[in-house]
């Protein structure tokens, strides 16, 4: 199992910024991924952003510029740095960790972006 623990969302207003942080723990393997998903109310859950443990990133279209994911291998926890945020950013921002034993999920944290 692996547990993981996010913090950093919280209310901004458009043009702001606000940093993600999800920490896991528990029985790690060497090959994961972790990443960033969110869901809107009435929307479905999308990715936002994922990054391999060698470092191989991805993120969705709609965030390419804006934000940064990036991961502190030693302490296993993931970064997103979220920049020129947008109200259309506004969701439930949940951690993903992937490893060979499973998918696992963080408990979500709440980004508000004001116009």
């Known amino acids: 199992q692996v547990q993981l623990v996010e913090s950093g969302g919280g209310l901004v207003q458009a043009g702001g910024s606000l940093r993600l942080s999800c920490a896991a723990s528990?029985?790690?393997?060497?090959?994961?991924?972790m990443g960033w998903s969110r869901q809107a109310p009435g929307k479905q859950r999308e990715l936002v952003a994922a990054?391999?443990?060698?470092?191989?990133?991805n993120y969705a279209d709609s965030v390419k510029g804006r934000f940064t994911i990036s991961r502190d291998i030693a302490q296993n926890t993931a970064y997103l740095l979220m920049n020129s945020l947008k109200p259309e950013d506004t969701a439930v921002y949940y951690c993903?960790?992937?490893?060979?034993?499973?998918?696992?999920w963080g408990q979500g944290t709440q980004v508000t972006v004001s116009s």
């Open positions: 528990g029985n790690i393997f060497s090959f994961n991924t």
């Open positions: 990054i391999t443990r060698s470092g191989a990133t």
């Open positions: 993903n960790f992937r490893q060979f034993s499973g998918d696992y």
